[in-house]
């Protein structure tokens, strides 16, 4: 069991205080990081809590998931890695090889 949580459906107005407030009845937090949007700063409606064990975040997951809270029902499981994405990225005009120069032909 992971100490990470993964923590959605929270209230848009919700901060890290909040959350804090919150787990600390479940056992000690580490770190909290609520998702924001990057142009607004508003809170995207979830958030990765950290555990300082995995007793804490099994006890977390048991009384806070489905839990009513801002008005809304909590969904608390542990939070999954990232799943690889595919690379690559770059340019935008295709391959084409090395750049060779030719001279119009008139």
């Known amino acids: 069991m992971?100490?990470?949580?993964?923590?959605?459906?929270?209230?848009y107005e919700t901060n890290e205080q909040d959350l804090q407030d919150l787990?600390?009845?479940a056992g000690a937090v580490e770190t909290i990081t609520v998702m924001r949007d990057r142009?607004?700063?508003r809170a995207r409606g979830?958030?990765?809590?950290?555990?300082?064990?995995?007793?804490?975040?099994?006890k977390?997951?048991?009384e806070l998931n489905g839990q009513?809270?801002?008005g809304r029902r909590l969904t608390v499981n542990e939070a999954k890695p990232?799943?690889?994405r595919a690379g690559g990225g770059g340019g935008g005009f295709g391959n084409r090889g090395p750049s060779r120069r030719?001279?119009?032909?008139?």
């Open 68 to 70: 009513q809270f801002g």
């Open 60 to 62: 977390a997951i048991s």
């Open 2 to 11: 992971g100490r990470k949580l993964y923590v959605g459906n929270i209230p």
């Open 82 to 84: 990232p799943a690889p």
């Open 39 to 41: 142009d607004t700063g």
């Open 23 to 25: 787990f600390t009845q």
């Open 46 to 58: 979830f958030a990765f809590v950290e555990m300082a064990n995995d007793d804490a975040a099994q």
């Open 102 to 106: 030719s001279e119009p032909r008139w």
